[in-house]
């Protein structure tokens, strides 16, 4: 197309009868590709005028549209307008680019306009595109100076195939390193620094002198001061579950709210959904984002695989998915994490809003538009929505029962109770929602914290940014199986662990970036309970011991006030853990949970070795990546079976 | 400018700002309840009254089974000096109820009082002898009056609400009526029963029932546990803390109750208010049973009063009929003529207090406090 019909607003004298009033010369380059189509008859008519009612009520192009809908391959699509634009149409994959002509600085560019430098020929420049706009021309001007290049047609699978090619190295760097490089202090890279190293040293030199010199008191204040925190971090608990159980702290989005949202409104959005090893459970999660109330052409969905985990990657192929679903083949490099898949992927991103799910998940369909109802009228600093996150497989066993009554407290209780607050949120790590352009901002996630979303979650309030909860649910498979478990939670506990020693690198700036509210939360709803579940089961033994042996020598060590705090800890706190446990499961009116609730205790002493293989864990093996089975539950084989069956 | 911010001009937005709970007018009106309450308990302990709270033994407290009251009482003890505790004790109070009027005459405006109805209640409850009494003389019953001013909106929140969390959050409150006074703890056990049946699931499904009840119960239960435990860690037997409650209902007696009920009608008429509006036309909907909580606790209290060797002043049932009616009106929006009504009969009981010495009196105090006034 000539520069001067793509540049120039459209020119009435040009007879372009039947064609809509107001169409844009790019609108009209697509509806020609279109009746191409139809006329060889690789579209039905009935589709086309689908596609064009969904592409006008949906804001996008009708060829958006079709491609989403897996009405037309995409390929076939382009090379179709390539006919109309009378360029050749290039396959990248056959013939690519030649990595002379691409420079680093454009990286985003390539993905977000679809425009790359492909090749000289001739001594002239050619631009492989998927489409001939404006913005084209004054982005290649900018770059290669007027009339000095020329274009071909390609596709948009293709540019993302090269570019991956292409930069490789570039993004596995800048997914590994980008937020070292940016904020060290913000990075776990290094559990410690050097001056944590030193105030750790001094304080054990101290303790170790104390001891020495003054054993008993010593032992006094040691355990008044854990007694102490263990108090404050179950008074703090016992806050969040009464202020979160308040239907006030529930952000409900009605559905009449979601009803009245115009679909040409809402923005795109992106789903990043990284993998590993999970090509069983790949065609449920598949189902579910097709199932996902969301315009498919305003949705582009990457499954983000590891480029060595050839099974899942040929499982993703023979799913044969619709056009909104891509592959991103993350190189194999370490930190072997979800956050380091999850940066690389963010590179190809094109969404404004961008979430997150696991292979398993099975998010409720209206999510996507509650988190852009949440956005639009939320603070304009909340960067990040969170989902609530439950499972599927509760009665299970008693793992998964245990499991559930706990999901049920995090997210129906405490997420919210902090929210109501407005204080920092640890994100879940998945069904979370951010702004695309907060999240370039606050460096993405930290691929070398094990417990990403956490970490991710007190970077956004330091950043200052705000972080939501809405009610909608994704449901996801619980770990019933005990190893499994304990891997799945030590590397939780691992991660709540390096992130709080990450802040508290410079505590005094992170006071002054979440407040003193924030900063006593972080403390008592992060720091802490990774210490209380390490240190728990000693404090047990000690309070019942000085209990049991009143009136020998064992009732030095909690005299007065301290021994009355631990006793109110033992029967008063304990108690109402488990009582919040049991109401956990009301919310959601799992009354069949309520009993077995009783049984907390024994659930947390499963806590308590978790935290120690997490503690050692910690000291020799920070970024390890304790890998979650998924697809062993009963009704995920089920569905499975059922999947199957609806395709065959 | 993004699609997601174009979405945002093209919509309206669905929610109205909510107004802020510490305004100006809230503020002053703790203040000035603040320095009014302290004004008088200063001016009482300078004309040589003192504070029955901290006269009687400590551990009266603990067999009556006012733990809250024995908790504070203890923590005050722990001041070397007698004036400091007077003063802690003083401060606390005068504090405790500048905030609750604050709180009464904020949620008095939002439900549609006007500024001068809204302050003439608030006078009318603050110059109640009873009151005064409380803040000034003897804060033993406070907690009892304060469990009974929490649980009654919590009982209209489920009964308005009637889900879960408004369940959970008046079970978790339950074991306020354990730690107010011995007298009120029965109480737990119907409470948690109309608790768990306002729950629509557990009038149809057995588990939910089980579920409701733990949870309306679970708290009071673990209160329970909490005080045998604490009891024992301070070398203190719990079985002569769990004998004093066997004790007062061992030795109930039917006593004079038609009396106590008399004294109660005479020094809180404003018990008509919530009866009345039950049957009034056009109330809002599911909005009676914080008004029953509203007459019905008070007239138990009356009724255990006559009956329990207990020695509770016929004016704690008044005082408690009074709170809980200022917290009803915390979350009702009254017809204008029940309003008018409430402030007539709110002064008529304020003037009652006073006089009726029959009732009630310590005339002590009352030189005390009009001395040099």
Redo the contacts between chains.
Sequence with gaps: MPRLVATSPRDPAVDLVGEPAGSTYRELAHLRAVELLIARKALRITDLAVALRQAHNW?SSVAQTLIAAGKIRAMDYYRTLAEVYELPFVDLQQQPIDPDLVSVDDRLDYAARHIVPWRRINGRLVLAATEITADHFVWGDARFGTDNYDFVITSPFDILWQTQALFRDWDSLFAREALHAWKPEHSAKFTTTKAQRMTLCGAAALLLAAALLAPRATAVTVMAAFTLLYLVTFVFKFVLT?VG???RADVDIPPE?LA???DV????YTVLVPMYREAKVLPLIARALKNLDYPPSKLEVKLVLEEDDAETIEAAKALRLPGTFEIVRVPASQPKTKPKACNYALQFCRG??VTIYDAEDQPEPDQLKKA?YA???GDPRLACVQGRLNYFNRSENWLTRMFTLEYSQWFDFLLPGLDWLKVPIPLGGTSNHF?L?ALRQVGAWDPYNVTEDADLGIRLAQEGYTVGVINSTTYEEANGVLPSWIKQRSRWIKGYMQTWIVHMRHPIQLWRSVGTKGFFSFHFFIGAPPFTVLFAPILWALTLAF?LTRGTDFGWLMPGPI??MA??N???GN??LI?FG??A???R?Y??L??VGLMLPAYWVLHSIAAYKAFWQLLFRPHYWEKTEHGTSAITQKSLAAVKGDAA | MTVLELGSLADAHPESPKRPFWRFATVVVALCITLIMTLLAWHVMIEGYARQDLVAELGAARLSGGWVTQLVLGVIEQIPNAGLRVLALTLLAAAGSGFAFALLYTRLRDNAWSVTLAVVVALAVVLNAADVYVFTASARPLPLYLALAVLVPAVGALEGVGDVQSAIVLGLLMPLLLLASSITAPLILPFAIGTALANPDARRDVRALVAMLLATLLPSFIVAIGIVGLLAQAGINPETAIASYGTLYAHLRPGDVGASLLALGVLAPIGVVPILYCAWPGREPHSTAAAFCVVVLPIYLAVARAASALPIPAIVPAMALLASFAAWLTCVRLPRALQLLSIVLLIAAAALSWTQTGIWDDPAWKVALFTRL
């Design positions: 804001g009464v159980s308040s239907r709210a009245a949202m115009e409104t809402l923005p795109p404004e809003i852009v956005f639009r009228y702004k352009a209990w021994g009355a006793v109110f033992l029967l008063v108690l109402f009582y049991v109401i499961a009301l919310k009116r009354y069949e309520v009993p």
